[in-house]
């Protein structure tokens, strides 16, 4: 499988690092990953054969720029040259998310797949704004659109509600679905400390940007609650509309009682459907013991499905990070070669 990789930050070389690392896991699956682009945003490195990815990742030990590589990098080394050479199967796109108007991510994913190569991304702006016209296009094409790094990184939350759910209608969408907030309220818990305190712990672990605001104030879960909405639920909402609270204003005090009550806080995204009305919420819900959410801790996630023939399905966990993050975009990867179609 011939593949560009558009996008070189953290969750770019992690994955270059991830597949070079897996070639004999890949190898017995029957999948072998040639890698014949990186591209970043001043050029990148282009090879018809395949990219040495061990001897590409040495060179990366001492100097950032691709371009200057070497054997195979250059500045004239783009997307368009990609698109008007046709020599990948797989794009996959992890340039940095836009939730204002998608791009740049919006045009590579949108032209790749009208010129009929299969997408695997980790970039939630042009999720969030135009799914279902990407998908059309997919499907128009006869290629796949993989997005299971959108909503969740490692926790397969979209891949077990279209899989898993397959035939059901889908009535209500619950979830944690941001480690640092989980991080922050779970320190909160354990050591009494106030929000900011545990606020800059996160952020000296890495855990926590240094501007959290999307985080913090429920953004980042709104954005993977309204992709998941539109995808599973067929919908096309848009973050207007979902009532949007975050957790700044959470006190000890207030975290103290609810323990004392045997309740735990966490910073829940939901969409319920009610006769064929959707509400769309995040904000701060108190969960007793019975509830699911209850166990999740830490930087774990989860999401919760409700059908109407299948019941409830739960899944919780997912490793947080980078690593994992490529892990899903993998994943999808190996979906695709197996011949799972996400679109049709």
């Given at each position: 499988m011939r593949v560009a990789i558009i996008g070189y930050g953290g969750v770019g070389r992690a994955f270059v690092q991830l597949i070079n690392g897996k070639k004999d896991y890949l190898y017995k699956e029957g999948l072998q990953i040639q890698v014949n682009y990186i591209i970043g945003r001043n050029g990148g490195v282009y090879n018809l054969e395949g990219i040495d990815l061990q001897d590409f990742m040495e060179f990366g030990l001492k100097q950032r720029n691709i371009t200057k590589y070497p054997k195979w990098g250059n500045e004239e080394v783009s997307f368009e040259k990609m698109i008007l050479n046709r020599d990948v199967d797989v794009v996959i796109e992890l340039t940095p998310t836009n939730k204002e108007t998608g791009e740049p991510g919006m045009t590579h994913i949108k032209r790749s797949l009208e010129c009929?190569?299969?997408?695997?991304?980790?970039?939630?702006?042009?999720?969030?704004?135009?799914?279902?016209?990407?998908?059309?296009?997919?499907?128009?094409?006869?290629?796949?659109?993989?997005?299971?790094?959108?909503?969740?990184?490692?926790?397969?939350?979209?891949?077990?509600?279209?899989?898993?759910?397959?035939?059901?209608?889908?009535l209500s969408i619950e979830g944690v679905l941001n480690g640092t907030t989980n991080f922050i309220i779970n320190e909160m818990e354990n050591n009494k400390i106030t929000y900011l305190e545990a606020l800059k712990k996160a952020q000296k672990l890495g855990i926590a940007e240094t501007n959290p605001t999307l985080d913090v104030e429920g953004w980042d879960t709104a954005t993977k609650l309204l992709i998941l909405t539109n995808v599973l639920m067929n919908e096309e909402k848009s973050l207007e509309d979902i009532s949007v609270e975050g957790i700044t204003k959470i006190t000890p005090e207030e975290i103290k009682n609810c323990l004392a009550e045997g309740n735990k806080y966490k910073l829940v995204g939901k969409t319920l459907k009610n006769n064929g009305e959707i509400r769309m919420t995040v904000k701060l819900e108190k969960l007793d013991s019975t509830h699911p959410f209850y166990v999740v801790d830490g930087k774990n996630k989860a999401v919760r499905y409700v059908s109407d023939v299948l019941g409830d399905l739960t899944i919780i966990g997912g490793a947080s990070g980078v690593i994992p993050a490529s892990a899903s975009v993998l994943r999808d990867l190996i979906n695709i070669s197996r011949g799972y179609r996400f679109c049709r």
């Open positions: 009929g190569i299969n997408v695997v991304t980790a970039n939630k702006g042009p999720i969030l704004l135009s799914y279902k016209e990407l998908k059309n296009i997919a499907v128009k094409n006869g290629v796949q659109l993989g997005i299971g790094c959108t909503t969740g990184g490692a926790l397969p939350s979209i891949n077990g509600g279209m899989m898993d759910l397959a035939g059901a209608n889908i």
